[in-house]
């Protein structure tokens, strides 16, 4: 796992500062920045367990993770559907800004922990009700300075390896490649195919 976070972090921050490029004109600073500043302190809590809590454990925690988030955005359409099926408008379920720091707290404790901060913002803004534009990019625009953050814990507490460097320096090409076929696919398949093609895989 202390092999294997560091490399993680280093090309989630670099895929997604290609994404955040890509879709810079419907970044929205406002929506995102109290997840942000909240990030900033829990990423360091998060590096501090990595470095401390038996890999065992940190393992563990990490499959549970994934698959309640998994779990959770496949039946997203049954769990925020009216009776009778029927699909909500765009519904705001967190009325108020205050869920914002918990939220980000919460994805920079993950990300640190696990790199996996991603789906706290995910469901922020899903449960938010964001329309898809203003879900991609606030989500990418969010998590950005939590890969970054993580990223410069991870080498201040001694994780970045030359085997590491040199792995990650390989996979740029690969992981860039795969970044725009993903992108691309995320606006060409209907959402419930790519719904269950993404959330599947984390799974299993």
Do not use: C
Request: glycine share 10%.
């Amino acid at each position: 796992v202390k092999s294997a976070a560091p490399l993680v972090a280093l090309m989630t921050t670099t895929t997604t500062a290609a994404l955040v490029w890509q879709n810079r004109r419907n970044i929205d600073i406002a929506s995102v920045w109290r997840l942000i500043l909240s990030a900033v302190i829990g990423v360091p809590i998060g590096v501090y367990f990595l470095s401390v809590v038996p890999e065992a454990i940190v393992t563990m925690g990490l499959g549970i993770i994934l698959i309640l988030f998994g779990l959770f955005f496949l039946l997203q359409p049954l769990l925020l559907n009216r009776k009778g099926g029927s699909p909500l408008p765009e519904k705001d379920y967190l009325p108020g800004n205050a869920w914002a720091y918990i939220f980000g707290l919460l994805a920079g404790v993950l990300g640190g922990t696990f790199t996996v901060g991603g789906p706290p913002v995910i469901l922020y803004g899903t449960l938010r009700g964001w329309s898809p534009a203003q879900f991609r990019a606030g989500v990418q625009s969010s998590y950005l300075p939590i890969s970054i953050l993580t990223l410069i814990s991870h080498g201040a507490s001694g994780l970045w390896t030359v085997p590491i460097l040199q792995t990650y320096l390989f996979l740029i090409p690969i992981g860039l490649i795969a970044t725009t076929i993903g992108n691309r696919l995320s606006s060409r398949l209907p959402a419930r195919q790519f719904r269950v093609l993404v959330y599947g895989l984390l799974i299993v």
